[in-house]
């Protein structure tokens, strides 16, 4: 039997508060539901993503599972629903909503799901308080966003979350959003296409340069969509590590290089040939089975591209499940009791 853990899915409460109206400010999301399984996703009143049942509702996302043979999903929040642009308080609170309907199906469901939480960044202590409640409410990390208002990962206000973090021994998975440069590229959906693999190498540089690695090296981070355009352009980077040190190395010393192998990526890369090129790369050892399920810009079949590239069996465990459980603190032996 293949073992499958996808660590990259998101979901929503089925039923949300109408934020907009309780905290007296706009730019929060709301459902609205015309047909049992469909949803519009509204960001006040304008059109947001057309959503299906297989984005709240557990049972159908376990059919689904079993349909591809996923044995265990992590799930984390849609990123528009971050809210760090939020006053602090009210991000705390909408948080704690979403974390605890996520927290609900992993307790429910504890053979198929494990949850990531959200947390306010704008604000440490309150984003530190979260994730200590985050931890005893069986979350096993938290989803954060590639940048925060703007502000890159390498900002020293971040740090004592990331202590936080590394402290209770709590993953992290970084996921683009809030792209950068969205007004210029509105065409073609190119802020999927083209802003997200640059904000995930925005995140990855901002954390390398900025010495959070360094400082924080128990910090188990993982990244989605491969890495984005940061494996096809690390040469580059390092190049301008060693040309222009005066403006690379202001705060971390150390070749860019030297981080290959101490973070982890999803495999959400859709070409056999690209996962290759990161599994030479990074090692097989930080890569794991993402899908972005249930979105179509995901891995509609999950483990496809793996299978096309028909890696060794132990490198396909690795790959498929085997990463994921280290990433999550699981013993394997102890997945493997819940799944004989």
Known sequence: ??????????????????????????????????????????????????????????????????????????LSTIPVMFHYWAKAADAYDTSRFLNDHIAEIVAKYPNRFFGLGTIPMQSAELAIKEIERCKKIGLSGIEIGSNVNDLNLNERQFFPIYEALQALDMSVFVHPWNMMGTKQIQQYWMPWLVGMPAETTRSICAMIFGGVFERFPKLKVAFAHGGGTFPATIGRIEQGYKARPDLTALDNDVNPREYLGKFYVDSLTHDPKMLQFIIDLIGSDKIMLGTDYPFPLGELIPGEVVKLLNPSQPVKDQLLYENALNWLGMEKSRFLHMHK
Not at 11 to 33: C, N, Q, S, T, V
């Open 1 to 74: 039997m293949h073992f499958k853990i996808d660590i990259h899915t998101h979901i929503i409460p089925e039923k949300m508060p109408r934020w907009a109206d309780k905290f007296g400010y706009k730019g929060f999301i709301h459902l609205e539901h015309h047909k049992p399984c469909c949803a519009r996703m509204m960001k006040d009143d304008e059109f947001f993503r057309e959503i299906q049942s297989n984005c709240w509702d557990p049972e159908k996302r376990i059919e689904e599972c079993n349909h591809h043979h996923v044995h265990m999903q992590v």
